[in-house]
């Protein structure tokens, strides 16, 4: 798969290169995440204290990935996919017709607890998709991908055109996670928080696991955290270089499941 080749392709360059600087396996991680977009930053200052204190760089937000326009006909599945990366990690939610209809209760606030002391990057890129299972007429329909990390916001916004006339009626549905960390870096050392938040009905069951397909069960270096609403996230304590790699979340109920994997790339001691 392109992605593990990706990986591999960094861990071969620190692996086997001469020591290199912080900044520069930043560079390393973003050159393989950003694309080139033409955005407009709406910088609006919150409350920041903590990361003010401990960020070791310049906190910015930057979509890499937006929807665009999408045709389809009723009774059939509309997915809407949106990316951004940024410092500290962005968080995703989507509108529909002006009103949110996916809302993250919480950000990455719970690393920033295990942290309060260190100095961290929380370089992050987020992934988020939009599904509804059985689109309905409703001509057209405005959606917004909304990016935000506490400094910044963006929006990017998509016009969905239906075609056709019926109705649709369910009152289950399969897994879906709605938002995940696509890669991550951050400092050797630090917490690091994981972002898997998933829908379904009935509530799914969230399980990680590492490279090896292995699950992660050691409750001194791995937590997964349901105390938030939707929440599956993945916390890795008191990370260290052996920790890179990719981590895969998957939710599952009697109705399906779905998986995303998430890198970590942790700096070098």
């Not at 607890?113 to 329909?141: F, Q």
């Not at 990017?156 to 399969?174: D, E, L, Q």
């Not at 270089?241 to 009697?254: K, P, Q, R």
Request: hydrophobic share 35%.
């Amino acid at each position: 798969m392109p992605r593990v080749t990706h990986l591999t392709m960094i861990y071969l360059l620190t692996s086997f290169a001469s020591p290199i600087s912080i900044s520069h396996q930043r560079r390393i991680f973003e050159k393989n995440h950003i694309v080139q977009t033409n955005i407009q930053k709406d910088t609006e200052s919150m409350n920041t204290d903590l990361n003010t204190e401990h960020l070791t760089e310049t906190p910015y937000l930057q979509f890499t990935k937006t929807p665009g326009e999408v045709e389809v006909a009723t009774e059939k599945e509309l997915v809407l996919k949106c990316e951004a990366i940024g410092i500290p990690p962005p968080v995703i939610e989507w509108a529909y017709n002006g009103d949110i209809i996916h809302v993250i209760h919480e950000s990455n606030a719970v690393e920033k607890l295990y942290n309060i002391g260190l100095n961290t990057i929380e370089n992050s890129v987020t992934a988020s998709k939009m599904i509804v299972p059985c689109i309905i007429n409703k001509n057209k329909a405005e959606y917004k991908c909304l990016a935000s990390n506490g400094h910044q916001k963006l929006e990017s916004t998509t016009t969905v055109v239906v075609k056709g006339n019926a109705k649709c009626s369910r009152n289950h549905s399969p897994p879906t996670i709605s938002m995940w960390t696509d890669g991550r870096f951050e400092r050797s050392g630090a917490t690091v928080q994981l972002f898997c938040r998933v829908n379904g009905n009935p509530q799914p069951n969230i399980t990680w696991y590492n490279e090896e397909n292995s699950e992660l069960s050691d409750v001194k270096k791995y937590k997964v955290n349901e105390l938030i609403l939707q929440s599956g996230d993945l916390i890795i304590y008191d990370t260290k270089w052996e920790d890179l790699g990719v981590y895969t979340c998957i939710a599952s109920n009697e109705y399906g499941h779905d998986r995303i994997v998430a890198f970590f790339y942790p700096t070098e001691p």
